[in-house]
């Protein structure tokens, strides 16, 4: 399938390592935060999710924080795999808004090295 | 299997004609929205609907119309209207209340127009 990363973020990294990815999110009143996993020519993948009145969750691998002082959110996945190749997407919730739309960012391509 | 369903994977059409794109849910979500996917680029709202019969305009519903007759079906029709149709088209849908703002996202149609 096409890729849909050619223009986007990359970060590169060895098989094995930690990755961070981070994203900047736009709204202060933002209440739910999620990352997604998509790979080329496939649908976004949920990975987890955090709502605001948490700073920090974890799934198996993974983990995302929330800063929301400066509005920052990072993913991290312990012990990169090949298999974690893929895009990755952050998206923000407005509190307030009558509707559940999300709000994606542009992406970060990881590519792990082996 | 519950889920979302795309059909067709690939789409190939002429300038000038419209084109219907389907989206098939079983998961019995109330909330559905259709997103454009351009390369090097995150996903942009087309249309969404948060209960049968209902419908709302995104960021980009200029060229595009839907209907949502059914609880488990969001047709999304590409117009002749639309100046740049070519692109990857995903849906996706969810609860449609606060207990999950999760997107639960389908394997995507790419359409070409030529």
């Given at each position: 399938?096409?890729?849909?990363?050619?223009?986007?973020?990359t970060?590169?990294?060895?098989?094995?390592?930690?990755?961070?990815?981070?994203?900047?999110?736009?709204?202060?009143?933002?209440d739910?935060?999620?990352?997604?996993?998509q790979?080329?020519?496939?649908?976004?993948?949920?990975?987890?999710?955090?709502?605001?009145?948490?700073?920090?969750?974890?799934?198996?691998?993974?983990?995302?924080?929330?800063?929301?002082?400066?509005?920052?959110?990072?993913?991290?996945?312990?012990?990169?795999?090949?298999?974690?190749?893929?895009v990755?997407?952050?998206?923000e919730?407005?509190?307030?808004?009558?509707?559940?739309?999300?709000?994606?960012?542009?992406?970060?391509?990881?590519?792990?090295?082996? | 299997?519950g889920?979302?369903?795309q059909?067709p994977?690939?789409?190939?059409?002429?300038?000038?004609?419209?084109?219907?794109?389907?989206?098939?849910?079983?998961?019995?979500?109330?909330?559905?929205?259709?997103?454009?996917?351009?390369p090097?680029q995150?996903?942009?709202l087309?249309?969404?609907?948060?209960?049968?019969?209902?419908?709302q305009?995104?960021?980009?519903?200029?060229?595009y119309?839907?209907?949502?007759?059914k609880?488990?079906?969001?047709?999304?029709?590409?117009?002749?209207?639309?100046?740049?149709?070519?692109?990857?088209?995903?849906?996706?849908?969810?609860?449609?209340?606060?207990?999950?703002?999760?997107?639960?996202?389908?394997?995507?149609t790419?359409l070409?127009?030529?």
């Amino acid at each position: 399938g096409e890729s849909v990363g050619l223009h986007l973020p990359t970060l590169s990294v060895q098989e094995g390592d930690n990755s961070i990815i981070n994203c900047a999110y736009s709204n202060s009143a933002s209440d739910y935060f999620i990352w997604y996993k998509q790979e080329s020519g496939k649908g976004p993948q949920f990975i987890i999710d955090i709502r605001s009145n948490m700073d920090k969750r974890q799934g198996q691998r993974v983990t995302v924080l929330l800063n929301k002082t400066v509005k920052h959110l990072s993913l991290q996945i312990a012990a990169t795999q090949p298999g974690d190749s893929a895009v990755y997407f952050c998206a923000e919730r407005n509190y307030g808004g009558a509707t559940n739309k999300l709000i994606f960012g542009t992406g970060t391509l990881l590519a792990v090295q082996p | 299997d519950g889920g979302i369903t795309q059909s067709p994977k690939y789409l190939f059409r002429k300038e000038g004609q419209n084109v219907t794109l389907s989206c098939e849910q079983n998961l019995n979500h109330d909330a559905m929205y259709w997103y454009r996917q351009d390369p090097g680029q995150g996903l942009r709202l087309i249309y969404y609907s948060q209960i049968v019969n209902d419908f709302q305009k995104g960021d980009i519903a200029e060229g595009y119309s839907v209907s949502r007759e059914k609880k488990e079906s969001f047709p999304l029709t590409v117009t002749s209207a639309q100046k740049n149709p070519t692109a990857f088209y995903l849906c996706a849908s969810s609860i449609g209340h606060q207990s999950s703002y999760e997107q639960y996202f389908g394997p995507g149609t790419r359409l070409t127009v030529t």
